[in-house]
């Protein structure tokens, strides 16, 4: 009989992570401590314990995966990092150069309005 | 092909999240079926496989066919977006993957077409990889499977390398999504196997800086797969920059696909190939002479907004937010029917092979996202 199946199934990404996000919270895993960031040292922390809960608890189906992934980037030219999570206070601080590369020519969030306005439980995959 | 029952892992849960699939249940209820499975005959994947491959050539004929007579109107498409479709046809932009779903009809042993998932079909990954792995776990190596996928994956990834415009392939998907990340995630291991250099973003975080499409350290995107439809992104407020992008990004699954996923496209193909015995008969506008038929939106997902009907009579239907487009009007189908449910056979086609393929069943006739998927073997 000829071999239809793949010979091996191998994967290097973050799967174990994805998966863990749809666990179930263990009755005594209550977070009791607030989560607070901030992507600069003169910049006033953000609460983000709603974000982080959610995530710990597969909430909305968003991961700690991503978390990790891509909440801070670097901005380059000795502006540090940014992070789109946080409110543009927390990002930015007391340095002009900071907000006004945060906030130069790109626009984003053209795209992705028609997920969340649609009866398709905010999945686009079919 | 029948049902046949295993003895139930009580662990599978915990099997398969070690593998990444977080999403086999929704409120406690398995979508990933672990402890039954359809087993098929080789002549029956054989079947499956020769049906697969013929209707993806017809289908490129049928792209073919739209674009030289220009009947974009029949798919409501806007009109500035016609050249762009001209433009990823003629340059041959990269398509990695599709899903065509059969009903069979187990009587007369007859497969149907019920439609074409050509731009953003997911169970990817469960169909990949945990259907491989749960092969693995309860026959080793004693069975077979009508499944490359993964293999395919990695293959087509790598033939697509060459043709990719910058150093960079860029995945995007929503946010909200377990399920949708997954399948990204899954396509962006695969192609990062083939060597591609990769780099994930939220469809929402893609910028745009007034003459290109920008990632979050504003670096050109030049090439990019989204898991996201392409008749949303024509009508958001980025979709005319796709049109106006100077480095003409190369966006994967490419926008002729915008043709193959619209059921229009089933109307289009009953016109060019007549009673053929893969495809179920299909008009627009009205069901003709049929009695018993199905009526679909243009452009709808996960089985919202479909009548069945049957000798006249409304049988089952589902609410949406579909349908403004208009619809076709399609045979009625015979489902696989066991004590369990209806199934559909979802048959991948990867780069440009048929290479495996997946059960969905449901508890009524319309497949929608609660379907539960049962794995398969040949034997």
């Known amino acids: 009989m000829k071999k239809r199946s793949s010979k091996a199934v191998t994967l290097l990404l973050i799967t174990s992570v994805l998966a863990s996000c749809n666990k179930p919270k263990a009755e005594n895993e209550e977070i009791a401590q607030k989560v607070f960031m901030r992507a600069d040292s003169t910049a ?53 150069a900071k907000a006004l590369a945060y906030n130069k020519a790109v626009s984003r969030g053209g795209f992705g309005k028609t997920s969340a306005t649609t009866s398709s439980n905010t999945k686009a995959g079919s | 092909m029948k049902i046949k029952h295993l003895v139930k892992d009580t662990n599978w849960q915990n099997r398969v999240e070690n593998l990444g699939y977080g999403y086999h249940s929704e409120n406690g209820i398995p979508y990933w079926i672990d402890d039954y499975y359809f087993s098929i005959s080789e002549s029956f994947a054989d079947e499956i496989y020769k049906a697969t491959t013929e209707l993806w050539q017809m289908c490129l004929v049928a792209v073919e066919h739209v674009i030289e007579n220009k009947k974009y109107h029949l798919f409501h498409i806007p009109n ?37 998932n050509a731009d953003t079909p997911t169970s990817l990954f469960e169909c990949g990889v945990v259907q491989w792995h749960w092969m693995q776990h309860y026959f080793g190596n004693s069975k077979d499977q009508f499944n490359s996928v993964h293999e395919q ?86 979709g005319h920059h796709i049109a106006n992008d100077i480095l003409e990004a190369q966006w994967i699954e490419p926008s002729w696909k915008m043709i193959l996923s619209n059921k229009a496209i089933l109307a289009v193909l009953w016109e060019l190939y007549p009673h053929h015995p893969l495809l179920l008969e299909t008009y627009f506008h009205d069901p003709k002479n049929m009695t018993s038929f199905v009526k679909k939106p243009l452009l709808s997902r996960e089985g919202s907004n479909i009548s069945v009907i049957s000798n006249n009579k409304i049988i089952e239907s589902t609410t949406g937010d579909y349908g403004h487009e208009g619809f076709i009007y399609q045979q009625l189908a015979t489902l696989i029917k066991n004590h369990s449910g209806y199934s559909i056979i979802g048959s991948w086609i990867i780069g440009q092979e048929s290479c495996g393929i997946s059960f969905r069943e449901s508890d009524s006739l319309i497949t929608n996202d609660r379907s539960r998927f049962i794995p398969h073997v040949i034997e």
Not at chain 2, 171 to 199: H, K, P, W
Not at chain 2, 208 to 224: E, K, R
Request: hydrophobic residues 35%; proline residues 3%; contains cysteine.
């Open chain 2, 153 to 238: 994956l990695v293959n087509s990834w790598k033939e697509i390398k060459p043709y990719l415009k910058g150093e960079s392939l860029h995945f995007t998907c929503v946010r909200e999504s377990l399920e949708d990340l997954s399948n990204v995630e899954y396509l962006r291991d695969c192609a990062i196997q083939a060597g591609i250099q990769t780099q994930l973003l939220y469809i929402d975080e893609i910028g745009w800086n007034g003459s290109n499409f920008v990632d979050l350290q504003d670096q050109p995107i030049t090439d990019i797969f989204k898991l996201y439809p392409w008749e949303w992104m024509v009508n958001e407020e980025y």
């Open chain 2, 80 to 116: 500035y977006f016609h050249h762009h479709i001209e433009r990823s046809w003629n340059n041959e932009t990269p398509s990695i993957y599709g899903r065509f779903d059969f009903a069979y009809d187990q009587v007369r042993n007859q497969l149907k077409m019920l439609e074409f």
């Open chain 1, 44 to 96: 006033p922390y953000t609460e983000v314990t709603q974000n982080y809960s959610e995530q710990r608890n597969g909430g909305s189906g968003m991961g700690s995966a991503l978390l990790w992934y891509m909440a801070f980037r670097h901005m380059g030219g000795g502006l540090g990092y940014a992070s789109g999570g946080l409110n543009q206070k927390s990002v930015v601080g007391n340095n002009p």
